[in-house]
């Protein structure tokens, strides 16, 4: 896992978003999403979404990805900047990316949402590429935050089209 955060480019973070956004909307509308009663393993089932995304991400080629906005392009620099101060801190970087921060938040996420599997996708999605762009910092800028749910609505609306 620390491979895959090393490893991320910032042209591949259009890639992760895809696949991430894949993996967890797959499981959302599933039958294994409980409906509420959330807890670690759930969450867990997402942060495995992330990190296949990022593992996968530098070998995925996209066929089409939506516009990139000026907000866009500031929160997916921030994501592959996070993601490799994550790796330099090793075990330490994971820790605080998974236990610290991704898997508590995905279970409130999940509950705060529970009934609307469409906002528990977006909220999962944008909180765990957040958590990534903060990197070993504790900075929560909201730049970066109104970046990632542009880009969430911008590859929502492309897949439909689709």
């Known amino acids: 896992m620390i491979d895959a955060l090393a490893r991320l480019r910032r042209e591949d973070v259009p890639a992760l978003e ?8 797959a499981w959302v509308f599933s039958e294994e999403n409980p409906g509420s009663d959330y807890n670690r393993s759930h969450a867990s089932y997402l942060a495995g979404a992330l990190f296949t995304g ?3 991400a530098g070998n995925t080629s996209l066929s089409a990805s939506p516009p990139e906005t000026a907000k866009i392009s500031a929160a997916r620099d921030r994501v592959a900047l996070g993601a490799n101060a994550l790796a330099s801190y090793g075990e ?3 820790d605080m990316l998974l236990e610290q921060r991704v898997l508590p938040a995905m279970v409130g996420e999940l509950e705060r949402c529970v009934g609307n599997q469409t906002q528990q996708g977006a909220c999962t999605w944008t909180y765990a590429l957040f958590a990534v762009a903060m990197g070993e910092g504790h900075d929560q800028d909201p730049d970066v935050v109104e970046g990632l749910i542009e880009s969430f609505d911008a590859w929502s609306a492309l897949l439909s089209q689709l």
Do not use: K, R
């Open 18 to 25: 895809l696949l991430f956004l894949q993996g967890v909307m």
């Open 92 to 94: 330490a970087g994971l």
């Open 54 to 56: 990022l593992d996968d």
